[in-house]
């Protein structure tokens, strides 16, 4: 491979290395929700994902939390997953599962 075909590796993506399972991280209990952050693995980058629970077994209510947002990194990826995701928990409360 040559030198400006290396290069131009590094700035062009190839869907097809795409990986799309979300591979869960610590949950984190805030204001009676549960956040569960799942990194979408895109790219070489990170998508902001996490699922929100409230609730247990009958009453449990799930929602899939997932932003356009990507990450170079997985671990700042789950800090801002978990940032946005109270900021939605705090905007939506109990609607979020309407």
């Given at each position: 491979?040559?030198?400006?075909?290396?290069?131009?590796?590094?700035?062009?993506?190839?869907?097809?290395e795409a990986t799309?399972?979300?591979?869960?991280?610590?949950?984190?209990?805030?204001?009676?929700?549960?956040?569960?952050?799942?990194?979408?693995?895109?790219?070489?980058?990170?998508?902001?994902?996490?699922?929100i629970t409230k609730?247990?077994?009958?009453?449990?209510q799930t929602h899939?939390?997932?932003?356009?947002?990507?990450?170079?990194?997985?671990?700042?990826?789950?800090?801002?997953?978990?940032?946005?995701?109270?900021?939605?928990?705090?905007?939506?409360?109990?609607?979020?599962?309407?």
């Amino acid at each position: 491979m040559g030198f400006l075909s290396s290069i131009t590796s590094l700035f062009s993506s190839n869907t097809s290395e795409a990986t799309t399972t979300a591979e869960e991280a610590a949950s984190e209990a805030y204001n009676g929700f549960i956040i569960t952050p799942a990194p979408i693995a895109e790219g070489g980058q990170f998508r902001v994902a996490a699922t929100i629970t409230k609730g247990e077994d009958e009453t449990l209510q799930t929602h899939q939390f997932i932003r356009s947002d990507l990450v170079v990194s997985r671990d700042e990826c789950i800090e801002i997953t978990i940032r946005k995701a109270k900021m939605t928990v705090d905007q939506l409360a109990d609607s979020l599962f309407n």
